[in-house]
Nanobody
Framework: QVQLVESGGGSVQAGGSLGLSCAAS????????MGWYRQAPGKQRELVAT???????NYGDSVKGRFTISRDNAKNTVYLQMSSLKPEDTAVYYC???????????????WGQGTQVTVSS
């Protein structure tokens, strides 16, 4: 019923920039927080950034000052602008959205399929 479709991943050299986007579609009443997580090979999934409906942001320590999260509530879309990329940023990036399907339902997390970001040195 709900789909999150990510786009914008790819390969870039260290020091470069990339932008990701994630659009939610389907039967959606409203979306609470949205965010991005990432998972590198052999590592646990970790927080990249989250953003509330009102625009309050939270960042993982490793990306503070380099990544910027934003959202367009009218388009049910969240963005991640990544700059000063490092090889250790290489991972599969997943978007997540806390989605309410009806006015009476609680928000439940829905995940995108993931998009690969590769940073070469």
């Amino acid at each position: 019923q709900v789909q999150l479709v990510e786009s914008g991943g790819g390969s870039v050299q260290a020091g470069g920039s990339l932008g990701l986007s994630c659009a939610a579609s389907g039967t959606i009443f409203s979306i609470n927080a949205m965010g991005w997580y990432r998972q590198a090979p052999g590592k646990q999934r970790e927080l990249v950034a989250t953003i509330t409906t009102g625009g309050t942001t939270n960042y993982g320590d490793s990306v503070k000052g380099r990544f910027t999260i934003s959202r367009d509530n009218a388009k049910n879309t969240v963005y991640l602008q990544m700059s000063s990329l490092k090889p250790e940023d290489t991972a599969v990036y997943y978007c997540v959205a806390e989605i309410r399907l009806t006015p009476k339902s609680l928000g439940r997390p829905s995940w995108g399929q993931g998009t690969q970001v590769t940073v070469s040195s």
